[in-house]
């Protein structure tokens, strides 16, 4: 079955710093979600890619789609301590219902 | 406004137990979906209700699950002869549309299995 994997699985980072999470996804995708989940809270939706090489940004974060659209990375400039928590991709495959969910990037930030 | 809600937030259960976890989606919302997360894990999907009907239930885990939402808003997770493994974060969300939108997570029913 469609799998979603990110790496890497944690990165402690010093506020400032940058941050990359990538995500690889085993079959094509018709588009992707990012969610962000902070500690002891639920997953909260960022952005939707659907078109291949898109790329967006908002504020500090910015979102790749791939070309060949089977993987996919957020970028964080210049990281602060809000920044903390864990970083989710999630495929919608091309006939599925399912929105398959990648293991996770956490972020901690030392201040 | 209101987002979406699960009740209870959390349960504990003693094995062989039948638990049921509610969720309220956002009004209007089409699609509701479940997810089970373990800790420090990724959600999976369980199952995936366009309005009534339940479209993919590939996710359940066992012939134990089992979803139903039969006015198309409220859903119902109900969990029979509760195992230890079955300990998680039950995750609930809707989406205004079809499949392929931003899912609106509700807060999680955590579930302990003693």
């Known amino acids: 079955g469609q799998q979603v994997m990110q790496i890497p699985q944690y990165q402690h980072v010093q506020e400032g710093e940058d941050f990359t999470t990538y995500c690889n996804s085993s079959t094509t995708l018709s588009n992707i979600q990012w969610y962000k989940q902070r500690p002891g809270g639920h997953p909260v939706f960022l952005i939707q890619?659907?078109?291949?090489?898109e790329v967006k940004k908002q504020k500090r974060l910015t979102f790749q789609f791939g070309e060949a659209k089977k993987n996919s990375s957020l970028h964080i400039t210049a990281t602060q301590t809000t920044d903390v928590g864990t970083y989710f991709c999630?495929?919608?495959?091309?006939?599925?219902?399912?929105?398959?969910f990648g293991s996770g990037t956490r972020l901690l930030v030392r201040p | 406004g209101a987002g979406v809600s699960q009740s209870p937030r959390y349960k504990v259960a003693k094995r062989g137990q039948d638990v049921a976890l509610r969720c309220d989606p956002i009004s209007g919302h089409v699609s509701l979906f479940w997810y089970q997360q373990a800790l420090g894990q990724g959600p999976e999907f369980l199952t995936y209700?366009?309005?009534?009907?339940?479209?993919?239930k590939s996710g359940l885990p066992s012939d134990r699950f089992f979803a139903e939402r039969p006015e198309g808003s409220v859903s119902t997770l109900k969990i029979q002869r509760t195992q230890q493994e079955d300990s998680a974060v039950y995750l609930c969300?809707?989406?205004?549309?079809?499949?392929?939108?931003?899912?609106?997570f509700g807060e999680g029913s955590r579930l302990t299995v003693l």
């Open positions: 209700f366009q309005n009534e009907a339940q479209l993919d």
């Open positions: 890619l659907v078109k291949s090489g």
């Open positions: 999630a495929g919608w495959g091309d006939s599925s219902y399912k929105l398959i």
């Open positions: 969300a809707s989406s205004p549309g079809g499949v392929t939108g931003e899912l609106f």
